[in-house]
Antibody, heavy 119, light 107 residues
Framework: QVQLVQSGAEVKKPGASVKVSCKAS????????IHWVRQAPGQGLEWMGM????????NYTQKFQGRVTMTRDTSRSTVYMELRSLTSEDTAVYFC????????????WGQGTLVTVSS | AIQMTQSPSSLSASVGDRVTITCRASQGIRNDVGWYQQKPGRVPKLLIYAASFLESGVPSRFSGSGSGTDFTLTISSLQPEDFATYYCLQNYHYPYSFGQGTKLEIK
């Protein structure tokens, strides 16, 4: 079955970087875009950006421009989200989600990765 | 960037009630809206896509409508398992954007 499995929880110090992975299975990896969404504690969902695993093209929301990089490794059917210069405001659960190809909705989500930024 | 203004931010209702949640886009977005349900500690779940299409397996008491700038999610008869937070998401163009969420609580 279609599945996205994310890497485990991370604790980082302010100023550090974090790289979260999202491994896809059960479908053709290069046929569906992967999006990243985050949710700070007690807050709503925030769209961060996306990557097209086929060619590697990306689109980021302006808030994270220059601080986030999304990449993919097609040999491992895995996408990565790296966020740099972390602050306490980046403490959140980070989700990857697959975008259905025709109607553009998120039809499968990873389990979420908690990133805690604390000194 | 397109902003999605969702209302209300919270709502108290009883089992059996009919409830409506709205999202207004800052510009026309055709019917490129999805609705998601999230329970505490859980992954969001798709309910409605393309404004009015019910995702497979979602109960028929959920429905969506709208086009252009105004969209609604309606639950015709609330069930205990429906108490959750609901989000709209515009996928008209990048950057995608969520509404602020509506927390549906038991009265």
């Amino acid at each position: 079955q279609v599945q996205l499995v994310q890497s485990g929880a991370e604790v980082k110090k302010p100023g550090a970087s974090v790289k979260v992975s999202c491994k896809a299975s059960g479908y053709i990896f290069t046929s569906y875009s992967i999006h990243w969404v985050r949710q700070a504690p007690g807050q709503g969902l925030e769209w961060m950006g996306m990557i097209n695993p086929s060619g590697g093209s990306t689109n980021y929301t302006q808030k994270f421009q220059g601080r986030v990089t999304m990449t993919r490794d097609t040999s491992r059917s895995t996408v990565y989200m790296e966020l740099r210069s972390l602050t306490s405001e980046d403490t959140a659960v980070y989700f990857c989600a697959r975008e259905e190809a025709e109607e553009d909705y998120f039809d499968c989500w990873g389990q979420g990765t908690l990133v805690t930024v604390s000194s | 960037a397109i902003q999605m203004t969702q209302s209300p931010s919270s709502l108290s209702a009883s089992v059996g009630d009919r409830v409506t949640i709205t999202c207004r886009a800052s510009q026309g977005i055709r019917n490129d809206v999805g609705w998601y349900q999230q329970k505490p500690g859980r992954v969001p779940k798709l309910l409605i896509y393309a404004a009015s299409f019910l995702e497979s397996g979602v109960p028929s008491r959920f429905s969506g409508s709208g086009s252009g700038t105004d969209f609604t999610l309606t639950i015709s008869s609330l069930q205990p398992e429906d108490f959750a937070t609901y989000y709209c998401l515009q996928n008209y163009h990048y950057p995608y954007s969520f509404g602020q969420g509506t927390k549906l609580e038991i009265k």
